[in-house]
């Protein structure tokens, strides 16, 4: 039997130690918390292999033999975002406890995760679990900066020999949402693709005493003003097809009848806005039926009195399943006109997973024990995780975003992700912790 009081005491104290590590990245220095997680595993008698890109960005792994079926990972990064500390009630650093929420950067993005997975490792091997399959933990490097220089990417074309993972778990989904009195979970199979461009305007360069009619900053000026209220082409795939079609279930026929309307590419607008949800989740939900385009930088200049010859602009694209950098590109020209020129700077392809398989199939059983009467649909994320940079080098692998957390009415925790006073409930991380050994154990398991 497992005593869950002590493991609340337990995975409660490896998340606390977790964020009292400063990995900011940049400059991530995710090593020292690969050392911290290395000891701890070799206490249990395991053996980590901690692995790093450059001197201080490293990635550990462990794994627990089983029999032949194919190999579950456990996957959480280690890294954070940048916090301004002097808007938070305590100590982004600190692991505070106060009032049964552990307090700091990583909280929820995702350092909880990886003192879940910690704690679900060790119990199997505590548990002397009898697998079916090798359980691999792995905590890496390098997730926050978009490019994953550092961490799977650099494990996948390094060290290949220790990521031999078909299965995988990790962030990007789990917690609950409702929409008028039923509760759903969500499950991420799914996330957008990244198309990251500049939009390069060229004209003639002069003196600013001498306007003409091939000024480079009113040509973009002109072209992205043809983004403003763009709405680009409906692509609905398959994972919001059964994310929408799981809550018109659950709904009254004639609210169900707009939640499949939104699912008609051709209407899909018109049905959104007549949805009775938040204006938050109505972003989101427009945001994963198609491609979206947000100018986010723009440079021009060095002079006042000097006509420049370029003006360039950043625009962070994200794509829908089945989409493709040449398809975007297209459908930006129909708002932006042929003027300007664009160059792609980094792109990797839209993601999904099947939610027709026993892995999933045993998340929703799992949770439909634990919480009756409230489904776990798939979810498409409209950013991306470490599946980015996993699945172009492994297209065969099948990622599920799931770590599960109860928001309490009012708290509405996920907001603070990147956010000021990040925390996370000692009773969520516990309830996670519970339902993923649960998952893992049933899924893993030789019958």
């Given at each position: 039997m497992i005593d869950w009081e002590a493991v609340r005491a337990e995975v409660t104290g490896y998340l606390q130690g977790l964020i009292r590590i400063d990995t900011t990245n940049p400059p991530g220095n995710e090593t020292l918390a690969a050392r911290y997680l290395e000891e701890i595993l070799q206490k249990e008698g395991l053996q980590p292999t901690l692995v790093e890109s450059e001197p201080g960005r490293g990635n550990v792994l462990a794994r627990l033999a089983g029999g032949g079926e194919k190999t579950l990972m456990l996957l959480g990064h280690t890294d954070?975002?940048?916090?301004?500390?002097?808007?938070?009630?305590h100590p982004p650093f600190s692991g505070a406890l106060i009032d049964d929420y552990v307090w700091g950067r990583g909280a929820l993005d995702m350092k909880n995760m990886v003192a879940a997975n910690l704690m679900v490792f060790l119990l199997l091997k505590r548990q002397e679990v009898s697998l079916a399959r090798d359980i691999v933990f792995a905590a890496t490097a390098d997730e926050e900066a978009g490019k994953g220089n550092h961490g799977p990417g650099w494990i996948l074309d390094h060290r290949p020999e220790l990521w031999d993972a078909p299965l995988i778990i990790t962030e990007g989904g789990g917690s609950d949402f409702s929409v008028g009195d039923q509760r759903f979970y969500t499950c991420q199979t799914g996330q957008k693709g990244l198309c990251r461009l500049r939009v390069i305007a060229r004209g003639t360069p002069g003196h600013g005493s001498m306007p003409h009619g091939n000024n480079a900053i009113l040509k973009l000026s002109k072209a992205l003003a043809g983004l403003e209220g763009a709405v680009l082409p409906a692509h609905i795939c398959g994972s919001v097809r059964k994310f929408v079609e799981g809550i018109a279930e659950q709904r009254p026929e004639a609210e169900a009848a707009t939640w499949r309307q939104v699912l008609d590419e051709a209407h899909c607008d018109e049905a959104l806005a007549a949805l009775p949800i938040d204006e938050e989740w109505r972003r989101e939900l427009g945001?994963?039926?198609?491609?979206?385009?947000?100018?986010?930088?723009?440079?021009?200049?060095?002079?006042?009195?000097?006509?420049?010859?370029?003006?360039t602009a950043w625009v962070d694209g994200r794509l829908a399943p089945g989409q493709?950098?040449?398809?975007?590109?297209?459908?930006?020209?129909?708002?932006?006109?042929?003027?300007?020129?664009?160059?792609?700077?980094q792109y990797t392809p839209p993601l999904e997973a099947d939610a027709d398989t026993e892995l999933f199939r045993v998340i929703q059983t799992v949770m439909g024990e634990r919480e009756p009467g409230v489904p776990v649909l798939p979810y498409l994320m409209p950013a991306g995780t470490d599946a980015k940079h996993i699945m172009p080098r492994r297209p065969e692998t099948q990622i599920y975003g799931f770590m599960p957390y109860r928001q309490k009415?009012?708290?509405?925790?996920?907001?603070?992700?990147?956010?000021?006073?990040?925390?996370?409930?000692v009773e969520e991380l516990l309830f996670a912790t519970r339902v993923l050994y649960e998952v893992v154990s049933r899924f893993a398991s030789v019958d």
């Open positions: 954070v975002v940048a916090v301004e500390s002097e808007h938070w009630t945001a994963v039926l198609r491609n979206t385009a947000s100018v986010t930088m723009l440079q021009s200049g060095s002079k006042i009195n000097v006509i420049p010859g370029e003006a493709t950098q040449e398809s975007f590109v297209a459908e930006l020209r129909a708002f932006i006109g042929e003027e300007v020129e664009i160059a792609i700077d009415p009012g708290e509405e925790e996920m907001k603070l992700i990147h956010g000021h006073d990040e925390r996370t409930a």
